[in-house]
């Protein structure tokens, strides 16, 4: 199965959030936020 976060980053920008925004309001670990970023596409 294959997983995208692209819907997620468009959703950011519609709402005006930032990257940095999401991973405050979540209490994202940095290091995990750059893992999501770095990524577009894997398979699980």
Do not use: E, Q, V
Request: charged share 30%.
């Amino acid at each position: 199965m294959t997983i995208s976060y692209n819907k997620l980053w468009k959703l950011l920008i519609d709402k005006k959030l930032s990257k940095a925004d999401l991973r405050k309001n979540a209490d994202i670990a940095p290091n995990t936020m750059t893992k999501l970023d770095g990524m577009n596409r894997f398979r699980c």
